[in-house]
DNA sequence: ACACTATTAATAACAATTATAATCTAGGCC
DNA sequence: GGCCTAGATTATAATTGTTATTAATAGTGT
């Protein structure tokens, strides 16, 4: 499932003519893998001892052609710094206000509601996104005590 | 209906103890007549001519009081700065990804969403956002000429 | 092997925001 | 009304996340 997904990806950028580097290769690992929503610098310091000469701006540099490519999605909230998202199906997030995890929240999306914000506003609406901030549970029972 | 709001806003400035300042009181006026949601910049432009040794920080630290005290609300999108919005009556947002624009969008509050993500996540929900992005009407004619 | 171009690493630049410390002032109290 | 003091402001420095720059490096096609 994994190295399907990452066949695919792979495929994706060599069709764009993107060159496959290890470093590439590794974020585009990571973010397949990673069972939660990494920060660039989540990525940058957990690849830090495969690749010790690595620079933060590869990172970005490989997170920015990633989103190019459609392959990530960029999750920007409060919290100063990006997140990212390799689950390209679209869904909502919920956010825990307390420890920051997010977890994905998969519901039928909302197309009348964007054909409503058509009417009312003259716009013409391309997608919406949605998050839920809450505690999660580990938060909760943490406060118990 | 201006005024009230002013009125109310300042009442709870002053049970909470807070100073109504000159630069507060400004940041608080100019919040509630804005028609836009300015950010902490354009706020600071805004009143320059009228405080002209007020410092940005001063601008920073009042919003972060109005928003502590529950009268203005910060939204935070992906482009760097965050923009505050005096309408603290739920609503959403409709967002022009051409020019930046703002637009409220008022619809009834999707409460059935919460307890579900309530019920699938184990979160204790306490508010949700929602954005809609998309073209408004001035920036899709621009695109025609 | 050669030239070309994409990519990288290192660093500087940048913008939004926050922290610090010295000075000032709003508002209660006499 | 004038004094006092905690809170507010100013000016500035520091911090943080991100982007730009540039020279060195490494694939790719011929």
Redesign the interface.
Known sequence: MLDHQLNTAIDTLKKSGVRITPQRHAVLEYLLTAETHPTADDIYKALESKFPNMSVATVYNNLRILRELGLVR?L???DSS?RFDSNMVDHYH?I??ECGKI?D?H?PT?DE??S???K??????????????????EC?QAKVQ
């Open positions: 960029e920007t909230y409060g990006s919920i825990c206000d977890v929240f519901y909302l509601i964007e409503l914000a058509e009312v506003s003259g716009f013409n609406i391309n997608y919406h996104r949605m998050e839920l901030y809450g505690t999660c549970e909760s």
